[in-house]
């Protein structure tokens, strides 16, 4: 009978089974929990990088459109020049052409002059 009281009294192998087990699970849920915190890391990781992607793609177009819009203006602004600076030497040659119907006209009222004195001194 002592022999058998100690037995009860000693770990069996189904407790050391039932222990190892037990050990075996938490480690299993352990390595469970790790995988899953190091896929949403590197699903984090992952998102944060697209974003960075989205950020750096939306201020390339906003630089780009900066540029177009900043050649569009320089383009509109060389362009007016141009109409004015046309429209300038449109005024002058108008100018310059009635100064010479004016020194033409001038011209020929003088030899008019000159002709009829010349007829009156004969």
């Known amino acids: 009978m002592s022999s ?5 009294n000693s770990p069996s192998d189904e407790e050391e089974k ?3 087990l037990l050990i ?3 480690k299993e849920e352990r390595a469970r ?3 899953e915190q190091k896929a949403e890391e590197e699903a984090e990781a992952a998102a944060e990088a697209r974003l960075a992607e989205i950020r750096r793609k939306k201020e390339e177009k906003k630089k780009r459109e900066a540029e177009e819009k900043k050649k ?4 509109e602004k060389r362009k007016a020049e141009e109409a004015k600076a046309a ?6 040659a108008e100018k310059a052409k009635k100064e010479e119907e004016k020194r ?3 011209e020929e009222s003088r030899l ?6 010349t007829a009156d001194e004969n």
């Open 4 to 8: 058998n009281n100690s037995r009860s």
């Open 18 to 20: 039932a222990e190892l």
């Open 24 to 26: 075996q699970k938490k």
């Open 33 to 35: 929990r790790e995988a």
């Open 72 to 75: 569009k203006e320089e383009l």
């Open 87 to 92: 429209e300038a030497a449109k005024k002058a």
């Open 104 to 106: 033409k006209v001038g």
């Open 112 to 117: 008019a002059e000159a002709a009829k004195r």
